[in-house]
């Protein structure tokens, strides 16, 4: 059941279910893009999460009680109405190593081989649930269930950027170098965060994401395109899902 709370004066949260599930973040997103769509005066800004939509507002151009009239017309809408097709981004990893020191002890504790982790890992679309934690840092659903693990007992306290994790049933990407409590597979060379540019981070919300193993040779090259600003990341488009 749907629920509409007030945080503050100006914000309202629409919380469709306390749950970290695909179906659940495919009516957030469709929420999104309707208000969109609808373009209220009043709403300045809406931010999804991975089951509620957070909408600023201003309470003098928009009611509260019309806000949440246009919410529930909106989500009365024909659920065969999907949100937009959406880019896939592929973010290309080496696996391993210096660069995902956790891969063999992830591997032990699944019962895998490290090559298996890898395979499971990357065969998989990713959906960027939301961005929090830090600038740019993509929570993405779609783990394989055989790579579910616990969080870290004890966290790190500095984990590299571009470092690609695993926790519970979530992967993500540490865009920045920062602490962090799950477990390290491997590291891309590409840049989550870039404040000098427009826009300053590389993926989106409702995006979705395949990861594609690397040799060093080719993790050292598009390393030096990056750095140059001469490596675009691989997007295609792809039917909604």
Known sequence: MVRFLLAGESHLIVEFRQAIDLTVNRAVHALEQRLKTKSLPGVKESVPAYASLLIAYDPLLLPLETLIAHCTELMRIDAAVKPAARARVEIPVLYGGEWGPDLCEVALS????????????????YTVYMIGFMPGYPYLGGLNP????????????????????????????????????????GRTPLRLYRPD?????????????????????????????VAADEYVPLATCEAEA
């Open 197 to 225: 540019f427009s826009p300053p981070v590389l993926l989106k919300p409702w995006q979705s994401v395949r990861f594609r193993p690397v040799t060093l040779d080719e993790y050292t090259h598009i390393q030096a395109q």
């Open 110 to 125: 699944v019962g895998l081989t490290p090559g298996e982790v890898i395979e499971l890992h990357a065969q998989v679309t």
């Open 146 to 185: 055989r790579l579910s693990l616990p969080r870290l007992v004890t966290p790190r306290t500095k984990v590299p950027a571009g470092s690609v994790a695993i926790a519970e049933m979530q992967a993500g990407i540490y865009p920045l170098e920062s602490p962090g409590g799950w477990h390290l597979l």
